[in-house]
């Protein structure tokens, strides 16, 4: 093998398929893509054990990508429910799954994944490793938590969210500091207390150098876990989570020495006004490391409806640093997400995607818009339906309300603007009095 991960062969100047498929869907140079990589600014998470894969780009030079959680729970254990998930999500456009598996047969799911998945397939293995080593938290050793990220990556997995960030130091800053939510991190709150209750260092920064070895081996990128996100508008931005982001900016620079890409876990909830300079902060901190933000959800108050408050914060995020978007379902804070929550999810999330790269003139963005508004203007509704971010609602929308003149809708009927505007501008007679 002439390279190790996408970064090396990118510094060894050499162009592998990945990027020549990335370049091709980005509609960007593949030397302009290769420098970007060498650099760290795209990650390609493309793990050599994942055949099935169809590589994508992060990096906020590109389009704006969405990851879709999924995996089973104690209270919602059927492999095909979840798969099923998986495959809807695909259809729908999510470039990532991850499987946050967390009870039952976590291992052939996995395995399932990587088999037949054509998306970016993420984990975090240390929500397998309570499953796997079936014991309480504290008697899982230092060694174990190394092998399950070990096995992980020998699955196929292409990136891991694993939370470096949260050492000794950073658990006593937050300790100190009272915040209103705590650790909302699910992965980040099991660190802490596995130190809490084992007196240890967080075993992933204190042999974060294994780690490395082992994601450089495979190819696997680090996702580097923000455990002291914030989960309330009133936590945004603390002490805590600065601290961390700054040992985040740190360890990136460790991991690209050894040439394993990264991406950088972000917020959480954070108010309006504050999403744009998080964003550049971030980006200076952690050298223009792609960064992966979970929403922000922009206020606390709409349980039932977060899939819009992370939309809205997602999409002002995205237009200012952030490149690649976790989804976040209507049932978010509430349960489990069905298969409609799922798929209302991924639209929110491929909105704030779009709107965020058209506000970013990334190539081939507005020319949808124009697309769209080319069909809108012809009262071309087949080419609408077609061009629409959710074809099957759009349809079904106008199917369901049947208009007077078959080339209206309902809305306006024969007073429709842009049916008698075309009229008008073709020099026939417009009566909406008929
Ligand atoms: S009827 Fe009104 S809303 Fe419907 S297509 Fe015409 S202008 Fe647009």
Redesign the pocket.
């Known amino acids: 093998m002439l390279y190790t991960t996408q970064m090396d062969a990118a510094r060894r100047g050499i162009i592998t398929k990945q990027m020549e498929h990335v370049a091709t869907y980005e509609q960007i140079d593949v030397e302009i893509l290769r420098d970007l990589v060498a650099r760290g600014q795209v990650a390609i998470p493309a793990n050599k054990n994942h055949h099935a894969l169809t590589p994508y780009g992060i990096g906020n030079k590109l389009k704006t990508k969405i990851n879709v959680n999924l995996g089973t729970s104690r209270d919602c254990l059927d492999l095909n429910v979840e798969m099923e998930k998986v495959m809807t999500a695909v259809h729908l456009g999510a470039e990532s799954i991850m499987d946050l598996s967390s009870y039952g047969d976590t291992t052939t799911f996995r395995k399932k994944l990587t088999a037949e998945c054509p998306a970016i397939i993420g984990t975090v293995p240390i929500y397998d490793a309570v499953v796997y080593y079936n014991k309480p938290l504290k008697n899982i050793t230092s060694d174990e938590w190394m092998n399950i990220v070990r096995m992980h990556a020998e699955d196929g997995v292409d990136f891991m969210t694993i939370h470096c960030g949260i050492n000794r130091a950073t658990a006593h800053s937050f300790k100190q500091t009272h915040r209103h939510t705590n650790i909302v991190s699910r992965g980040g709150s099991m660190i802490f207390a596995w130190m809490e209750l084992t007196g240890c260092e967080n075993p992933f920064y204190e042999r974060y150098d294994e780690l490395l070895e082992i994601c450089a081996e495979y190819d696997v990128t680090l996702s580097l876990g923000d455990a002291c996100r914030p989960g309330s508008i009133h936590d945004a931005g603390d002490i805590s989570q600065i601290k961390e982001l700054v040992t985040l900016g740190e360890l990136t620079e460790r991991a690209w020495a050894k040439n394993v890409q990264v991406i950088i876990e972000g917020p959480g909830h954070m108010p309006l006004n504050q999403i744009q300079a998080n964003m550049e902060i971030q980006q200076t901190i952690c050298k223009g490391a792609p960064f992966y933000v979970l929403g922000p959800l922009v206020t606390d108050v709409a349980p039932g409806y977060d899939h819009i408050t992370a939309a809205i914060g997602g999409a002002i995020a995205a237009t200012h640093g952030a490149s690649f978007l976790c989804y976040v379902t209507p049932a978010e804070h509430l349960r489990l997400p069905t298969l409609e929550d799922v798929r209302e999810g991924i639209i929110a999330s491929k909105i704030a995607a779009h709107a965020a790269d058209v506000a970013k003139g990334i190539p081939g963005a507005t020319n949808w818009d124009y697309e769209m508004s080319e069909a809108?203007r012809n009262?071309d509704w087949e080419k609408q339906f077609d061009l629409a971010i959710d074809p099957e609602k759009a349809r079904r929308y106008r199917e369901e309300s049947t208009?007077e003149k078959e080339d209206?809708?309902t809305?306006?009927?024969k007073?429709?603007?842009?049916?008698n505007i075309n009229k008008i501008l073709r020099g026939e007679d417009v009566d909406i009095m008929e």
């Open positions: 809108r009262l208009p209206t809708c809305m306006c009927g007073m429709c603007a842009m049916r």
